[in-house]
Structure formats: structure tokens, C-alpha cells
């Protein structure tokens, strides 16, 4: 086969042009061709969950846990309504009961004032000392549920026990001193249903 050596001669003869200053030389060898992406860096390039608008799994459970202490809050404002329900029925009912002996106490005292009433047109004498038996009774009754009765007379002036509703001069008598109970007063410190209505010795 006949060769070309003129071609050659070519080639050798033309001068080969150097590179400019700081241009990149290209490698020696083969040039690697682009082939398919790793599975690495198509994971990067891929969607995840959230971007396809789903919740996340932190959202998730912060939901729940906020529907569970909102359950929680109702169950127990429902628990505390009951209690208070039946705290007040439970009130009502042992204020029910305590009306009911405070006036089964009162019976015999209204029997007895029935039964002085009674014999009234026979002889008023004995209808004085019924009255005045069914008085102490009643006092006896106040006593016995806690209400004692304080009629005294010659003890000191006390505020707490007593009401002022009239001064006296009484020269037999020190300052300060009641001289009369004009009605009797029931009851002491914060069970007082009365004080005692009195009059005291005028202070000089």
C-alpha cells in the first residue's frame, strides 16, 4: 500500500502554537464519560415525606399528646363539677337532718305548754309553775345542742356576753356592774345566738 509522505512532512513541519500563561493543561489519558448517577446522590435529589406535604412523625405525636392532656383537663373539670354536686347535696341533706332534731327537741316542750294550757280554767296557780317548768325545759334543750343561757345578775359588764340598753345610778353597786337582765342572751363566742340585753351601774 503506497504511503503518503507528504501528510507527514506536513505535520512535522507546522510549528505547535504554546499554551498561554496560567491556561489549564488538559489531563493525560482518557477523559472518564459521565455515566448514571449512584444511588447516594440520587437519594439527595429525591422527595422525602415531608415534602410531599406529609406530617412528620415530631408533629405526630406533639398532636397527640396535646389531644391527651385536653382529655385529661376535661375529665377532670367533669370530676371536680360532680364532687361540688355532691358536696352540696350532702350539705343540703345534714342541714335537713340537723333542722329536724333541733325540732324534735321542741316537742316536748310544746306538749307540755298544750297540757298548761289545758288545765288553765281549773286553778291559775298550778298554770304558773307549768309555765315556768316548760321555760326550763326549753332552757335545758338550748343547752343540750350547745347554747347555754346567761341571765346573770351583779357580774361585771362584758361586751362579748353582753348588750347595753340602759345605765343606772346604783350607789350599792360598783361601776360597770349589770343591774338587770331585761332579756336573757344564748350562747358563747362564735356560737352565740344572743347576747343578754342589760343594764349596767352607771360609772361615776
Known sequence: MPSHPQESDRAASDPVEPAPVGAAHPPHGDLPQPGPPTRQ???????????????????????????????????ALADLDNLRKRHARELERERTAERSRTAAAFLPVLDNLELALTHAGVDPGPIVEGVRAVRDQAVNVLELLGYPRHAETG??????????????????????????????????????????????????
Not at 331585761?182 to 343578754?196: K, M, S
Open 41 to 75: 446522590e440520587a437519594g439527595h435529589d429525591e422527595p422525602g415525606p415531608d415534602a410531599a406535604g406529609g406530617p412528620a412523625p415530631a408533629e405526630d405525636e406533639y398532636t397527640a399528646e396535646l389531644q391527651e392532656l385536653e382529655d385529661r383537663w376535661r375529665r
Open 155 to 204: 357580774v361585771a359588764f362584758d361586751p362579748a356576753r353582753h348588750e347595753v340598753v340602759g345605765v343606772v345610778q346604783d350607789p350599792d353597786a360598783a361601776p360597770g356592774t349589770v343591774i338587770e337582765v331585761l332579756r336573757p342572751g344564748y350562747g358563747d363566742g362564735e356560737r352565740q345566738l344572743r347576747p343578754a340585753a342589760v343594764t349596767v351601774a352607771k360609772r361615776e
